[in-house]
């Protein structure tokens, strides 16, 4: 059974741009989310990536994938 609908902000924490995954930091419920680019809120032409540091507000859901505890469902760059 999975929480729906969670939402925080955090940092990110890690970016594979190769493989097109990575991992975010939240801030206030001190989980550590997996996500994929398709996650990642843009336009229909924008190049969807993310950067070690940069600040994003996600939704998230619990249990993650691939061993993390949480998986962002949705991410916004701040």
Do not use: F
């Amino acid at each position: 059974m999975s929480d729906q609908d969670l939402q925080d902000t955090g940092a990110v924490t890690a970016w594979h741009n190769e493989e097109g995954w990575g991992t975010v930091a939240l801030d206030h419920s001190e989980l550590t989310a997996w996500t994929h680019y398709s996650a990642i809120v843009a336009g229909p032409t924008q190049y969807r990536s993310l950067m070690p540091g940069q600040r994003v507000r996600c939704h998230y859901e619990v249990p993650g994938q691939d061993g993390y505890p949480a998986r962002a469902t949705k991410i916004t760059p701040l």
